[in-house]
């Protein structure tokens, strides 16, 4: 009987065959640094690495590995989605009874469609989380800005790769989540059959850009193939083309943007990175495991256009979109708003010239730029909050301890400040309004460009203590007057106006009055009206919770309600 | 610039012996080699535009598949005074009977979309999507909703019969309570 090889003897006989040898070139591994740079350059997939990075670059806590942790996501995502494909049917006759059958009747059907579910929203958290930790570490900084605003790109994707495939299960959460989302597409100035001036340009149901988003005049069959074809193949496609861009970028950027050392240390990528990136990615994989094993994906009744359910919420990273639409028009709240953050993130990089804090997180030398950035995360999560755990049945204001069952007393009547049908005095009817247009054109816009320049054309730094003092003193006299007034608007109404008030003054005056009124004009401006559009937020939220004021300046001519 | 034809000098003295014909200056000199290649480029460039064009075009569907949107609601003479909700969840429509007659509301929030529902203890109608309220008449009183509910043209067949059409809407007051958007009943 021939003596059977040791392990040892077949490992090398393996290794050393023609065929291994073609598949996986270089000779006998050393593990020199020259095998280990090999590897990297020799390698399709790993050669969108550095060969050498800075020690520093590679800690922890310093990128906490939020965009690897999405990317892994996004693997995830495209490996259970194509899984997926294989039993699903995009018609409105098959869709939920397909979904249902991987519930039910399919092995491990259950486990893929959930795994599909949480690693889409763990995706959006971490990219998301990807792109606080970039801006606070000041990343996106020269030379890196075009990188950010493909990354910014790569967020709106990530959310629209989410809505696409929010309809697909056919239930109600479904259907009414797409219907108002395209219902906001409908309300796109000239764009939209019921947007501002979308009638004067000849836009109607049959043409408009929701007709275009829809396939029809309503969620139908031709809106789930159309959802499902976006979902499957053409945002994948762009999210794909835009990664290996993104990667490239961070490839020739030398990787990290943390500040050089004199004679800092360089370690090998391999094994030092993609070490790190596999041990990530087993984590991702290893946590929606358990994830999906432990919590089941939500799937409610078939869908049914006729009847929404009450309440209706959008998905969690929408709820806020969706608090922001009960005090905005949806040209405003759905198109303008989101329009301007895509575009503001995008322009962050350009209109950003300070110097200092690139590459590691520095509050104290950013101020400015990272308190009006965490303003907008953070608003951004409050209203998700808000319209999460706050809303109830009819959209009604429930507080988290209250029964849903309980039915509440009516919302009380809403009122404008300026608009047509003056009545000259406060808190009319409802669809009437205080004062004429020809008063609030002026007083309006005259407020919001006073808001605008007068930060720059304030030569001299303001006292900071003196100034909040003298605007809470001044806020607090009106709640007074207000109280004392025949219209006893009560001290709780009186509260709210001083806090939303001087949030609005100091955020949207006081601090770029102190930190970026030296900025060139151009710049200037465009930052100015990022924060004031973040700030005018505040303000409106706060005239129609504490006032019952619906519109500001109402022009029902034109569809312009603000 | 040489090639520009020079200004001749007039001599009033001298007539000129014969009028040249002006020849046109395409004509006088072959296009040159960059104003040919930039006219290519710019050809090319419209090819695209019309492409992306007719391929915006494509996603128009011309014909859509969509269930009618008349429908009979059965006898006038079956509706009491009140909002009837007995056909919401098949046609979207409350039908609304009041002393002087009837009318259709569209069940269509016109704030985004979705369908409010009807409390009769407050009388009013509230949109679960986001919080917009209206009254019997559809008209807003609460919420985001910019406009009060479309009102569906309504008939009566020769049976008595209502035969409600959500594709013909009004909502302008005064508009809204004459024919044919109200059936005035006897």
Known sequence: MPKLPTLEELKKEVIDSQIWRSVFRGGVWKDTPRDRSAHIIGNVWLHLHPVRVRKRALEWTYTWGLGGISFALFMILTVTGVLLMFYYRPTIDLAYRDIKDLEYAITLGKLMRNMHRWAAQAMVVGVIAHMV?????????????????????????????????????????????????TNMAGATPLLGNEGPMGNLVGAHINNDVRFVLLGGTMVGENTLLRFYVMHCVAVPLVVGILLILHFWRIRKDSFSAAPYEPNEDKVEVWPHLVKREYIAAAACLLVMFIWSIWMNAPLEVIANPNVTPNPSKAPWYFVGLQELLVYFDPWIAGVVMPGLIIVGLMAIPYIDTNPKGVGYYAWSERKFANTGFMLGVTMWFVLIAIGYWFRGPNFFWYWPWESWLMIKAAPPLTWNVFGPNATWRLWCTPNLSAFPLWLGIPLVGGAGLASLVLPKLIQKELDGIKANLGVLGGLALIAVIMKLSPLHVSLVKGAWLIVFGWMHFYFGFLLPQRHI?????????????????????????????????????????LSMNI | MTDEPKPQPTNPAVAPAKPVAAVPAALAKPISRADFLWTGWAMLAAFFGASAAATARFMFPNVIYEPSQKFNAGPAKGYDIGVSTKWLSEQRVWIIRNEKGIYALWARCTHLGCTPNWWGDQNRFKCPCHGSNYTIEGDVIAGPAPRPLWRAKVEISTKGDLIIDKAVLEDIPGKRENAPYFLTLA
């Open chain 1, 133 to 181: 930790s970039v801006f606070l570490r000041g990343a996106y900084k020269k030379p890196r800005e075009f990188n950010w605003s493909i990354g910014v790109l790569l967020l709106t994707l990530t959310l629209f790769l989410s809505f696409t495939g929010y309809l697909l299960p056919w239930d109600q959460l479904a259907i009414w989540a797409v219907t108002v989302g």
């Open chain 1, 517 to 557: 009124r030296a900025l060139d004009w151009a710049r200037y401006l465009v930052t100015m009206a990022l924060v004031l559009s973040t700030t005018a937020v505040l303000l409106k939220m706060c005239a129609r919770l504490a006032f019952d004021i619906k519109y500001v300046i109402t022009i029902p001519a």
